[in-house]
């Protein structure tokens, strides 16, 4: 007989309630834990195709669990991104669409006040809320402060670009700044990643009796391309010829190929941890922990996508809107509701999140959001609903968007260079390292994913994330 996994967790949670009250209720929602990865491509682990290095632990979970193959982010670098993820809007209507500063010296412009969030929607349903890692979606104090959008708990780093350190001077712990007495003057003897694990760790532990969502924002693998003496020992020597980083925005690094698998392999114990810590407690069974990466592999640093095969079969790297900067690894398990070793080709997107967090939670959602729920994928249940299409925008490197229809894909670069640039077709059924530009073939499909992306945006309030031809007269378009 087969048996609904969302009824029957309702109707385990009613009997649960009917005999032995709320608290004990409580404890039948699942946890979740989303652990997001920072410029990890999508051929970045061994289950995806890795072969210069292994991710075992993260292996483990697509095992045990299931991956989507046709899984995006948000956009293609890092705040945008996570705007997504948190708010359910695609970049047509994301209040973030750029990495642009906050005012001061340190953070992210934030986003409006009163901006729900998915934590919003965990702290609705009675559930403990924590964000560890990188937020960079707002400075300290602002309106979106983690603790200003529904997290209960925040350590971590608040502004992305002190997050290039992996010995910062302070991480943020709430609301105050920790410092980290081990980096002071030319020292760097404070390893903040292990400072934000040891913290994601306790944070379970606190709330192994309750019902918790943990936002876990790992910083590996962005540049710095840097990693602790015992991990460099690890993988020194093996992927030579060495790519060689000579100081300059970034540390300089002679062993980038090294650090760079040194960093995947931490990445990749901390995770191990995590799943270790959930079944030491016994909790293993009742949490859903998701894992992806919020865009496609970097350059900077000394990095080397292309000697690891970064993207895989995939075409272009963070900052693209080709397939290489935006189609993610997504991976998900939940021990004996999640079907193990399962693929789901359901096409999804960084903004279904929220609303799959309502659908499993029968939670309402008091806004309106661009995603879908993929619960029915991940329960691997019939009646999926599918996206009419699916969009980007990103108006750095002359301004470009993206959108897909089934298997087509949209991508227009240049926007600010020109008054009318021209759509790049690509059949990802047929082609997906879009290597074949279709549009003269199907001037119908390229008519209608025009038209689509008319309708797909409004203009940003944040000028600095508006494009020439949209938002201004043409007679005032200049070539820059």
Known sequence: MNINPRLFLLS???????????DAAEAQRPNVIYILADDLGYGDL???????????????LAGEGIRFTNHYSGSTVCAPSRCSLMTGMDMGHAQIRGNEQGEGPEGQFPMPEGTFTVANLFQQAGYRTGVFGKWGLGYPGSASDPLNVGFDRFYGYNCQLLAHSYYPAWLWNDNKREFLWGNVGSFSKDYAPAFIQSEVLNFIRENKDRPFFCYYAIIQP???LIAPESYMEKHRGKYMPEKVYKEGYYKGQPEGHA??????NILDDYVGE????LEELGIADNTLVIFSSDNGPHQA???????FDSNGIYRGYKRDLYEGGIHMPFIATWPGTIEAGTESGHISAFWDFLPTVA???????????D???FLPSLLGEQGQKEHDYLYWEFTEKDGRKAIRKGKWKGVIYGINKSPHPELELYDLSNDPGETRDLAREYPDVVAELNALMEQARVPSANPKWSFTDWDKNESDFQEN
């Open 274 to 277: 995590v799943m270790a810590e």
């Open 259 to 264: 650090a760079f698998a040194a960093m995947v």
């Open 301 to 307: 640093g000394g990095a080397d996508p292309d000697y």
């Open 359 to 369: 659908e499993l939670l029968d939670q309402p959602i008091p806004i309106p959001v």
């Open 222 to 224: 962005h540049a710095d």
């Open 12 to 22: 385990c949670t009613l009997f649960v309630a009917a005999s032995g009250g709320a």
């Open 371 to 373: 995603g879908i729920s």
């Open 46 to 60: 061994s289950c995806q195709g890795q072969t210069k290095f292994e991710t075992p632990n993260i292996d483990r």
